[in-house]
């Protein structure tokens, strides 16, 4: 059945635990209770008001609200904030620091309104800033960052308007930092400042020798396409010095990347960039900030490993080695402890999202529990297959897989040459599967199943067809090959008896979800359940709060899903607080340059010359185009039936 049938007699809860991996990614916030159903607790930890997502589901459907849903959970955002805090200002009293941390969140990270409401909001009680690397998002952060302590750090590459619009925010009290990415913005920085009057407080994007590990590795090191090297962070230097704007450079800025997995190569990184930053205060700048830039990962897997997907630290072990790295190499050098700043994105917004998703269907791969006799007129060919699925056991397990493999291809050939009739080949054929079924299920009783045999389980598994797109909800699990927690969000007290892949509704091969976590190695099917009829069999995808919702594209004219936030207030109350709608089939459509008055123009002409040449009728066509005009207003996933 699955990887856990050779282990556990019998299906528990401690079970389904240990398949989906839950206790181990889900950090607090995710569970399953006692009635086999997946719980979310928004203040972490396993403590305060929690929810059940099947209850959740019956609260959505009550209301009329369809899937796919994303849920947000207002509480979790406010969880993980005060977490990243509360690890540094621990540290910080651990080593008897004299600086400050700040924090920023990275706009890019979510751009939505909801988010960037939601964390000014919740950061002003930790001076808990904002990240903008282009004029929309510094735009959105200067209407919304109201906290005069808290930073906004302004990346990526500046023009006039820009830099006018950062000065402008200085002048209206808003801590406003320009950081350097390119010499050509140093002129322009200058000449805006002098024009307008304001003198800009600067940071220096230093690329360092050091790189990170996973995904995103390319995002530090010497090959970065950000930053200034050593020789050109002196030339801003010596520029900035010639037009008395030395006192201005205030901060060090680097980034080794997203979703760094590896303490090691961020402790490396950090101590080289302290390095520089006491470097700038010895040529006379006066330093008082290192930016550490993002990475804080994420344990997607629950493996608490250096993989891709996992990190091999926790949250208080990178504030301490953070803490610890800038003061050794500060103190060093004599200069005073500086005010240490990160930019965790991914770390604070992925708990916040969950994609719930009902199946459709199931493509299943089953066959007869036992072959029908040959007849006396099989092909000799057909015979030997059938003789071999008579004879698999534990000791030939490889053998019988060669030797099937082999005969099937034999008559292919010959049903090529017109030798053999399609009912023999399709003879063949089940035999053939009825032989991977037989050592599929011999498999689970070897230790160390053949090299050959490993993708066996996958080759086998049943599709499941997700209402969803993958293109449009999860696309890094597509495009880079992320792995997200997926699992059934109830019945899971219940043994799942099927192993399967999931499929997306989109008509792309590429739509699916074929890799799943776990915590020793990447699953390539994910345990799930029979469907039972007239009752929705939901799935939830975990930890995508992250790049997803912005990343997503208009694959098959697929939109944006619903979206509901939910916040329990001062008596533990759940309530839903913001409800919208997701794409229609005309906004889609209006997004691609459609314009759906002229498509229901031409389709009513074209029902119109329909009745002239008596295809249909006046009623009949009443009743096409309500259905298309519907069909422009409706969800463009797919709906349940109308009653």
Same mark, same amino acid.
């Given at each position: 059945?699955?990887?856990?049938?050779?282990?556990?007699?019998?299906?528990?809860?401690?079970?389904?635990?240990?398949?989906?991996?839950?206790?181990?990614?889900?950090?607090?916030?995710?569970?399953?209770?006692?009635?086999?159903?997946?719980?979310?607790?928004?203040?972490?930890?396993?403590?305060?008001?929690?929810?059940?997502?099947?209850?959740?589901?019956?609260?959505?459907?009550?209301?009329?609200?369809?899937?796919?849903?994303?849920?947000?959970?207002?509480?979790?955002?406010?969880?993980?904030?005060?977490?990243?805090?509360?690890?540094?200002?621990?540290?910080?009293?651990?080593?008897?620091?004299?600086?400050?941390?700040?924090?920023?969140?990275?706009?890019?990270?979510?751009?939505?309104?909801?988010?960037?409401?939601?964390?000014?909001?919740?950061?002003?009680?930790?001076?808990?800033?904002?990240?903008?690397?282009?004029?929309?998002?510094?735009?959105?952060?200067?209407?919304?960052?109201?906290?005069?302590?808290?930073?906004?750090?302004?990346?990526?590459?500046?023009?006039?308007?820009?830099?006018?619009?950062?000065?402008?925010?200085?002048?209206?009290?808003?801590?406003?930092?320009?950081?350097?990415?390119?010499?050509?913005?140093?002129?322009?920085?200058?000449?805006?400042?002098?024009?307008?009057?304001?003198?800009?407080?600067?940071?220096?994007?230093?690329?360092?020798?050091?790189?990170?590990?996973?995904?995103?590795?390319?995002?530090?090191?010497?090959?970065?396409?950000?930053?200034?090297?050593?020789?050109?962070?002196?030339?801003?230097?010596?520029?900035?010095?010639?037009?008395?704007?030395?006192?201005?450079?205030?901060?060090?800025?680097?980034?080794?990347?997203?979703?760094?997995?590896?303490?090691?190569?961020?402790?490396?990184?950090?101590?080289?960039?302290?390095?520089?930053?006491?470097?700038?205060?010895?040529?006379?700048?006066?330093?008082?900030?290192?930016?550490?830039?993002?990475?804080?990962?994420?344990?997607?897997?629950?493996?608490?490993?250096?993989?891709?997907?996992?990190?091999?630290?926790? #949250? !208080?072990?990178?504030?301490?080695? &953070?803490? +610890?790295?800038?003061?050794?190499?500060? $103190? *060093? =050098?004599?200069?005073?402890?500086?005010?240490?700043?990160?930019?965790?994105?991914?770390?604070?917004?992925?708990?916040?999202?969950?994609?719930?998703?009902?199946? #459709? !269907?199931?493509?299943?791969?089953? &066959?007869? +529990?036992?072959?029908?006799?040959?007849? $006396? *007129? =099989?092909?000799?060919?057909?015979?030997?297959?059938?003789?071999?699925?008579?004879?698999?056991?534990?000791?030939?397990?490889?053998?019988?897989?060669?030797?099937?493999?082999?005969?099937?291809?034999?008559?292919?050939?010959?049903?090529?040459?017109?030798?053999?009739?399609?009912?023999?080949?399709?003879?063949?054929?089940?035999?053939?599967?009825?032989?991977?079924?037989?050592?599929?299920?011999?498999?689970?009783?070897?230790?160390?199943?053949?090299?050959?045999?490993?993708?066996?389980?996958?080759?086998?598994?049943?599709?499941?067809?997700?209402?969803?797109?993958?293109?449009?909800?999860?696309?890094?699990?597509?495009?880079?090959?992320?792995?997200?927690?997926?699992?059934?969000?109830?019945?899971?007290?219940?043994?799942?008896?099927?192993?399967?892949?999931?499929?997306?509704?989109?008509?792309?091969?590429?739509?699916?979800?074929?890799?799943?976590?776990?915590?020793?190695?990447?699953?390539?099917?994910?345990?799930?359940?029979?469907?039972?009829?007239?009752?929705?069999?939901?799935?939830?995808?975990?930890?995508?709060?992250?790049?997803?919702?912005?990343?997503?594209?208009?694959?098959?004219?697929?939109?944006?899903?619903?979206?509901?936030?939910?916040?329990?207030?001062?008596?533990?109350?759940?309530?839903?607080?913001?409800?919208?709608?997701?794409?229609?089939?005309?906004?889609?459509?209006?997004?691609?340059?459609?314009?759906?008055?002229?498509?229901?123009?031409?389709?009513?002409?074209?029902?119109?010359?329909?009745?002239?040449?008596?295809?249909?009728?006046?009623?009949?066509?009443?009743?096409?185009?309500?259905?298309?005009?519907?069909?422009?207003?409706?969800?463009?996933?797919?709906?349940?039936?109308?009653?």
């Amino acid at each position: 059945m699955n990887g856990f049938q050779h282990i556990h007699d019998k299906w528990t809860l401690d079970t389904a635990r240990e398949a989906y991996g839950v206790d181990a990614w889900g950090n607090g916030y995710f569970r399953i209770n006692n009635n086999g159903e997946v719980v979310v607790t928004p203040a972490g930890d396993h403590k305060g008001p929690e929810v059940s997502l099947v209850q959740v589901t019956r609260d959505l459907k009550e209301r009329g609200w369809s899937f796919p849903v994303l849920l947000r959970f207002e509480g979790i955002l406010y969880s993980r904030v005060k977490a990243i805090n509360e690890s540094f200002r621990g540290a910080i009293e651990e080593y008897k620091y004299q600086g400050k941390y700040r924090g920023v969140y990275p706009i890019k990270v979510n751009q939505q309104e909801q988010v960037i409401e939601e964390l000014s909001s919740y950061g002003k009680e930790f001076h808990h800033g904002l990240e903008a690397g282009s004029k929309p998002e510094l735009i959105a952060a200067m209407s919304y960052l109201s906290d005069p302590e808290a930073l906004l750090i302004c990346n990526g590459y500046k023009d006039q308007e820009f830099i006018d619009l950062g000065l402008s925010a200085r002048k209206l009290g808003i801590n406003c930092i320009f950081v350097i990415e390119t010499l050509q913005e140093v002129p322009l920085i200058i000449k805006r400042s002098e024009a307008l009057g304001i003198r800009p407080v600067l940071g220096v994007r230093m690329k360092l020798a050091s790189s990170g590990s996973g995904h995103w590795k390319e995002s530090g090191g010497d090959r970065s396409v950000f930053g200034l090297n050593a020789y050109q962070v002196m030339e801003v230097v010596d520029l900035l010095k010639k037009h008395d704007f030395l006192d201005c450079l205030q901060l060090l800025h680097f980034h080794l990347g997203s979703q760094l997995p590896n303490i090691r190569d961020i402790r490396s990184a950090a101590t080289e960039a302290c390095r520089v930053y006491c470097g700038l205060a010895q040529e006379g700048a006066p330093m008082k900030m290192i930016d550490l830039g993002g990475g804080l990962a994420v344990d997607y897997d629950g493996s608490h490993t250096n993989s891709n997907s996992s990190c091999n630290y926790t #949250l !208080d072990e990178y504030a301490r080695d &953070m803490v +610890e790295v800038v003061m050794g190499t500060v $103190e *060093e =050098a004599e200069l005073p402890h500086p005010t240490i700043i990160t930019e965790s994105g991914r770390a604070t917004v992925a708990y916040y999202s969950v994609l719930l998703f009902n199946i #459709l !269907d199931v493509s299943r791969f089953a &066959m007869a +529990e036992s072959l029908p006799r040959l007849s $006396e *007129e =099989a092909h000799e060919l057909t015979r030997n297959i059938y003789h071999t699925s008579q004879s698999v056991s534990t000791r030939n397990l490889q053998e019988c897989f060669h030797d099937a493999i082999f005969y099937r291809d034999e008559v292919r050939n010959l049903f090529r040459s017109g030798t053999v009739s399609i009912r023999e080949r399709a003879l063949v054929e089940e035999i053939f599967w009825y032989v991977m079924l037989r050592i599929r299920d011999k498999m689970g009783d070897l230790r160390h199943p053949p090299r050959d045999l490993e993708g066996l389980e996958s080759a086998l598994a049943d599709i499941y067809y997700g209402n969803l797109s993958v293109f449009q909800s999860i696309p890094d699990s597509w495009a880079i090959d992320q792995l997200f927690p997926i699992m059934p969000i109830h019945r899971l007290n219940e043994e799942p008896t099927r192993q399967g892949i999931i499929a997306d509704i989109t008509c792309d091969c590429d739509g699916k979800i074929d890799r799943f976590i776990d915590i020793h190695e990447i699953r390539r099917t994910l345990p799930l359940h029979e469907l039972v009829e007239n009752e929705d069999y939901v799935l939830g995808a975990f930890l995508i709060g992250a790049y997803q919702e912005t990343l997503g594209d208009l694959h098959n004219l697929f939109g944006d899903t619903n979206v509901i936030s939910i916040r329990f207030d001062e008596d533990g109350e759940m309530e839903y607080v913001r409800e919208l709608e997701g794409d229609t089939v005309e906004d889609v459509l209006q997004y691609v340059e459609y314009d759906t008055k002229d498509l229901i123009r031409r389709f009513r002409e074209k029902a119109e010359r329909a009745v002239k040449k008596q295809v249909i009728s006046g009623s009949e066509r009443k009743t096409i185009m309500n259905t298309y005009m519907e069909g422009l207003r409706g969800y463009t996933y797919h709906e349940p039936e109308s009653l």
